[in-house]
């Protein structure tokens, strides 16, 4: 069963929800989305609960934990989990670096609520970092978060199952995903456009496919190359990333304008008021589902050759 195909099916479910709360796996078979979630995500939750522990000075690591255990759907480590399993590879194996996308991926999150940048006060249903332990602190947390996570990469990473060569390319690989070629560029950008009048469909997709769809891209690459993947696979499994990546941002700027604060656990209707260009704002609700779907059918179409049973339900 293919957990990468049921992250397709639950990004369906956003733009149009089913009635059967069962995805399928391209064959057909039927699969259990739910479960397959929640099972690779508590080994993550875990993992990361033993990866940063509480230790002095407290306030640095507690502040870490505050945001790196909030909870939230774990997409992209369970990616990074799942292409390891579809490229043969063991989960053990790529465990430390869905952890590392994480570390990431929260880091991000923290930095991006700062008052010098969206200003936010509400994540994953609680209170931001920075209303908990002050700005200050919400940027060291981030910082540390981001140091950790390649530390943990490099020195996590089993050297029985994955060759040295293959840990060095999976770091090359994260960094230049958020730096100034990846999310940063996609970040310094966006808060370029806010409020210009003329920003067109090719600027948001730059936006996005650096702001949300590199570190998404690269979960899934990183567990492919830790998996033992060949170049082929490692590649494909790049395009269909790229794709989902930009699709779950399509989703989430429709579901920001289509759904309550409570209903998403964060601000809705921030981008709004912010004035910040999205795809709704550009195409429309309508068309904005269109264009996802659009996306999800081509990142189905990248999953053909791969054996969708190598990824089973635990």
Known sequence: ?????????????AIDPPENKNSQI?????????????G?????????????PIKHPEKIHEAMRYSLLAGGKRVR?????????????????????????????????????????????????????????????????????LAFAFEHLATATPPGQVPPGRV???????????????????????????????????????????????????????GAIVGGGTDEEVEKLRKFARAIGLLFQVVDDILDVTKSSEELGKTAGKDLVADKVTFPKLMGVEKSREYAERLNKEARELLA??????????
């Open 305 to 314: 050759g791969f054996d969708p049973h190598r990824c089973k339900d635990e």
């Open 40 to 52: 690779k995500a508590t080994s993550v939750n875990k993992a990361l609960d033993d990866a940063v």
């Open 77 to 145: 480590p369970v990616l990074c989990l799942a292409a390891c399993d579809l490229v043969g590879g063991h989960e053990s194996a790529a465990m430390p670096a869905a952890c590392a996308v994480e570390m990431i991926h929260t880091m991000s999150l923290i930095h991006d609520d700062l008052p010098c940048m969206d200003n936010d006060d509400l994540r994953r249903g609680k209170p931001t970092n920075h209303k908990v332990f002050g700005e200050n602190v919400a940027v060291l947390a981030g910082d540390s978060l």
């Open 26 to 38: 391209l064959d057909g078979t039927p699969f259990n989305f739910k479960a397959y979630m929640v």
């Open 168 to 222: 060095v390319r999976a770091i090359g690989e994260l960094a230049q995903a958020i730096g100034s070629e990846g999310l940063v560029a996609g970040q310094v950008v966006d808060i370029d456009s806010e409020g210009v009048e003329d920003v067109g469909i090719e600027q948001l997709e730059f936006i996005h496919i650096h702001k949300t769809a590199k570190l998404l891209e690269a979960s899934v690459v990183l």
């Open 1 to 13: 069963m293919s957990g990468i195909s049921a992250v397709l099916t639950k990004q369906e479910t």
